[in-house]
């Protein structure tokens, strides 16, 4: 048995959304009576033996919540992953795990399926990279706390995966006999303090948006790590502890948010990804590119020969 997911009590979880500037605690008020209007409730964790659509990246995150899906759930877990530009490493990561999976959860496990990142407008994508974004605007748009552009191409994109996932859902429903309800992304309980596409509101109207898309009221949207019903609030170095005890080979997740086959060690998601590791207390086993060829390749060396006595 390994950790669960840590919580705490609904004052204290809407103490904590009250302080963030981009969470709008009227508007979730709204969407939760409406909800509760049409079904008696908000959010239920689905029976064991349910059959769930869970978005994944191949990161950290989305693969440790697979994992905990499985082992600590029972549910059988159809992941979903819309991959960006750095599809080679997600794809890669979203594999290995797949494979490890497989032997682990023989009967939970279902084969992730993986689309190509769909925009509605890329010359939209295409003007935010033109020479017209002036390097005041590029400025004005930093997030010091996350080391990153609001402006950044991709992280818009939420909305319609979104979408695509419920479609998803949708399709698995006309083929398999027993109903899905259930779609579960890891967002982390701290993604929405810098990004607005991520903050516990945005996770309500999403679901709002997808029980219209659907015409269904029994439609369910929820992160496994920031959930106001279940008073679920981890973080990512929670998460991390817990991929450990659980002995995931949590350096084949990839985090980075350029396009490579290491993580370059200088982007905001690989900062956060090194930052989160010494929070956990854990030593991070991930090669980064800055590490330079020797103190990398090391590590490659001793990560292969663990691999090797450990049999994997
Ligand atoms: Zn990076």
Same mark, same amino acid.
């Given at each position: 048995?390994?950790?669960? $997911?840590?919580?705490?009590?609904?004052?204290?979880?809407?103490?904590?959304?009250?302080? #963030?500037?981009?969470?709008?605690?009227?508007?979730?008020?709204?969407?939760?009576?409406?909800?509760?209007?049409?079904?008696?409730?908000?959010?239920?964790?689905?029976?064991?033996?349910? #059959?769930?659509?869970?978005?994944?990246?191949?990161?950290?995150?989305?693969?440790?919540?697979?994992?905990?899906?499985?082992?600590?759930?029972?549910?059988?877990?159809?992941?979903?992953?819309?991959?960006?530009?750095?599809?080679?490493?997600?794809?890669?990561?979203?594999?290995?795990?797949?494979?490890?999976?497989?032997?682990?959860?023989?009967?939970?496990?279902?084969?992730?399926?993986?689309?190509?990142?769909?925009?509605?407008? #890329?010359?939209?994508?295409?003007?935010?990279? !033109?020479?017209?974004?002036?390097?005041?605007? $590029?400025?004005?748009?930093?997030? =010091?706390?996350?080391?990153?552009?609001?402006?950044?191409?991709?992280?818009?994109?939420?909305?319609?995966?979104?979408?695509?996932?419920?479609?998803?859902?949708?399709?698995?429903? !006309? #083929?398999?006999?027993?109903?899905?309800?259930?779609?579960?992304?890891?967002?982390?309980?701290?993604?929405?303090?810098?990004?607005?596409?991520?903050?516990?509101?945005?996770?309500?109207?999403?679901?709002?948006?997808?029980?219209?898309?659907?015409?269904?009221?029994?439609?369910?949207?929820?992160?496994?790590?920031?959930?106001?019903?279940?008073?679920?609030?981890?973080?990512?170095?929670?998460?991390?502890?817990?991929?450990?005890?659980?002995?995931? =080979?949590?350096?084949?997740?990839?985090?980075?948010?350029?396009?490579?086959?290491?993580?370059?060690?200088?982007?905001?998601?690989?900062?956060?990804?090194?930052?989160?590791?010494?929070?956990?207390?854990?030593?991070?086993?991930?090669?980064?590119?800055?590490?330079?060829?020797?103190?990398?390749?090391?590590?490659?060396?001793?990560?292969?020969?663990?691999?090797?006595?450990?049999?994997?």
């Amino acid at each position: 048995m390994f950790s669960s $997911i840590p919580t705490i009590s609904r004052d204290q979880f809407v103490a904590r959304l009250s302080k #963030r500037k981009y969470e709008d605690l009227d508007l979730v008020a709204m969407i939760e009576r409406y909800v509760s209007k049409k079904r008696g409730f908000v959010f239920r964790m689905p029976r064991p033996g349910s #059959r769930v659509v869970l978005m994944a990246s191949g990161g950290i995150d989305s693969t440790v919540a697979w994992y905990i899906l499985m082992k600590e759930f029972g549910l059988h877990v159809y992941p979903f992953m819309v991959t960006n530009d750095n599809h080679h490493a997600q794809v890669s990561s979203l594999s290995f795990f797949s494979k490890m999976y497989r032997k682990k959860f023989v009967d939970l496990y279902h084969a992730p399926l993986v689309v190509p990142e769909v925009t509605a407008a #890329r010359e939209i994508f295409d003007m935010k990279k !033109s020479s017209e974004l002036t390097p005041r605007a $590029i400025l004005d748009s930093y997030d =010091p706390q996350h080391k990153t552009f609001n402006w950044r191409p991709g992280a818009g994109s939420v909305m319609l995966e979104a979408g695509q996932a419920a479609l998803y859902m949708g399709s698995l429903r !006309s #083929r398999l006999p027993h109903a899905f309800t259930t779609i579960f992304c890891g967002v982390t309980a701290m993604d929405g303090m810098g990004v607005k596409s991520q903050t516990l509101t945005f996770l309500r109207t999403s679901l709002l948006y997808m029980m219209t898309f659907l015409a269904d009221p029994t439609l369910q949207y929820a992160s496994l790590y920031i959930e106001k019903e279940t008073g679920w609030f981890a973080r990512k170095a929670d998460i991390i502890r817990i991929g450990v005890e659980a002995m995931l =080979p949590l350096e084949r997740t990839f985090s980075c948010y350029r396009s490579g086959s290491v993580h370059c060690g200088r982007c905001g998601g690989c900062d956060t990804r090194r930052w989160e590791f010494k929070q956990a207390g854990v030593v991070d086993k991930t090669i980064y590119e800055t590490e330079g060829w020797i103190r990398s390749r090391g590590k490659v060396f001793s990560q292969r020969l663990t691999g090797l006595l450990s049999g994997r």
